[in-house]
């Protein structure tokens, strides 16, 4: 009897833990971020994320205590993807600030997601710790370009305009469609950058 239990326990294996997609606590919370941006923070729910990903709940509780758990990986891993990644990759552009200012620029457009910040801030009005989060994300990507600026040459309130509108212009470009005649949403940025730089 031992050995017949044994002969099916390795044949369920082989059958169906063999298929069974395997995911990190990483792939959740991006399809956790996925859901938030396309369905608001109810949209966010394990069986659904579970079906999203092709697993099963028990796959969910083996990453998770629960969804609170979950809720605060997807908020860490929007603060590495959306501000830490997109600062080191600046920094691997040369030693000239320009290239470094306009590096940033170009980053930051290609990878903001405006419907997840949205849903992100409208998140944090409800949750203060979400959005202490938030604020800090923001002070860090400002200090930044600050930064940048500022070893440009730039101070007072003619810097702090410029902070300002190109953390302005990425909210804007991602909301609006790409509808710049015969020029590229890119080329159209990197005028935008020249112009705030000069």
């Given amino acids: ?8 326990a390795v044949v369920n294996t082989l059958t169906y833990g063999m298929h069974v997609p395997k995911k990190s606590p990483m792939d959740w919370s991006r ?11 109810d949209g966010v729910r394990v069986e659904v994320l579970a079906k999203d990903l092709g697993v099963t709940k028990g796959s969910f509780y083996w990453h998770f205590r629960d969804r609170q ?11 590495v993807q959306a501000t830490d990644e997109v600062i080191a990759a600046t920094q691997r552009s040369g ?24 849903a992100l801030r409208a998140w ?13 994300v923001d002070a860090r990507r400002l200090a930044t370009v600050r930064g940048f600026l500022g070893q440009m040459g730039f101070e007072g309130a003619a810097r702090e305009a410029r902070v300002f509108l190109l953390y302005s212009v990425l909210f804007g470009a991602a909301l609006l469609p790409e509808s710049h005649g015969r020029y590229s949403r890119r080329r159209v940025m990197h005028e935008v950058i020249e112009l705030l730089s000069a």
């Fill in 95 to 118: 030693t000239d600030v320009q290239a470094h200012f306009t590096r940033l620029l170009e980053i930051s457009g290609d990878r903001f997601d405006a419907r997840l910040e949205l």
């Fill in 69 to 79: 758990a979950l809720l605060d990986s997807m908020l860490e891993q929007w603060e």
């Fill in 1 to 8: 009897m031992e050995k017949l239990t044994t002969e099916v």
């Fill in 31 to 41: 399809a956790g971020l996925s859901r938030l941006a396309s369905a608001g923070l």
């Fill in 124 to 136: 944090g009005r409800g949750d203060a710790a979400v959005r202490k989060a938030i604020e800090a």
